[in-house]
């Protein structure tokens, strides 16, 4: 939860003692100052005459606003909507973490390994790879779904046809910084003998591309060395 003020009249220039001695001052933003309990933290960041107080305990937030009261007069915003050009959209979704997260993580390592077999899910489990440390009720949900994808499909598979030519045929693409938390692309490739599949990938690069042909390039690369 957030919460934006802004001081309207200031009887005395804003200075970190203001704040309570729990309170901590961060050493890369002046401006930027934390209170973390063993349960709790909030968040205060200023900037000119704007306040963007955060956490995750509605009373720390209120007891910071009474704070601030005392010394300025202020006006509460409300939820957090705009601040120093960006906007902020909350999203109503239920974003907390499972309560037990070895269920999902036994269930996406069980669906990397049936990937072997099912090269049109590698994708999908790709991305739920990346949250096992700390899966949240979305990610199971869409974990669900790749199931539910299984269960209506039993007949798709690989299938190698004995009158296949020997000529290898590979195909590779990259998603130009697909990953929208590290701004990383992915790389996509999958290799043919004949007509039966026997290599596919799906990974982000290690890198940040800046630029399409540079994504593409190395999405090459790693084909080519797969192909050797």
């Not at 349960?39 to 107080?53: A, C, E, G, P, R």
């Not at 704070?67 to 705009?82: A, I, P, R």
């Not at 990397?112 to 099912?118: D, K």
């Given at each position: 939860m957030s919460a934006k003020l802004q001081v309207l009249e200031a009887n005395?220039?804003?200075?970190?003692?203001?704040?309570?001695?729990?309170?901590?001052?961060?050493?890369?933003?002046?401006?930027?100052?934390?209170?973390?309990?063993?349960?709790?933290?909030?968040?205060?960041?200023?900037?000119?005459?704007?306040?963007?107080?955060?956490?995750?305990?509605?009373?720390?937030?209120?007891?910071?606003?009474?704070?601030?009261?005392?010394?300025?007069?202020?006006?509460?915003?409300?939820?957090?909507?705009?601040?120093?050009?960006?906007?902020?959209?909350?999203?109503?979704?239920?974003?907390?973490?499972l309560p037990d997260p070895s269920i999902y993580c036994r269930l996406?390592?069980?669906?990397?390994?049936?990937?072997?077999?099912?090269p049109e899910i590698v994708y999908a489990v790709n991305i739920l790879s990346q949250f096992m440390h700390a899966p949240r009720i979305p990610h199971m949900y869409v974990a669900t779904r790749v199931l539910r994808y299984i269960k209506g499909s039993p007949g798709q598979g690989i299938f190698f046809s004995s009158f296949s030519t020997t000529q290898v045929t590979a195909y590779t693409d990259s998603d130009?910084?697909?990953?929208?938390?590290?701004?990383?692309s992915t790389t996509g490739y999958f290799i043919q003998l004949g007509t039966n599949l026997i290599s596919w990938h799906t990974k982000k690069q290690t890198t940040v591309a800046r630029s399409s042909a540079e994504a593409e390039y190395r999405a090459m690369t790693v084909t080519t060395c797969e192909l050797t």
């Open positions: 005395s220039t804003w200075t970190f003692k203001h704040l309570p001695p729990s309170f901590h001052q961060s050493q890369a933003d002046h401006s930027l100052f934390t209170l973390v309990t063993h349960t709790n933290i909030t968040v205060v960041l200023l900037y000119v005459d704007d306040i963007l107080v955060a956490g995750n305990a509605l009373p720390q937030i209120e007891f910071f606003k009474n704070l601030l009261s005392t010394h300025f007069k202020t006006k509460d915003l409300g939820s957090l909507k705009f601040f120093i050009g960006l906007e902020v959209a909350c999203s109503s979704a239920d974003e907390s973490l996406v390592g069980r669906l990397l390994y049936l990937a072997i077999i099912r130009w910084v697909s990953c929208p938390t590290i701004c990383r």
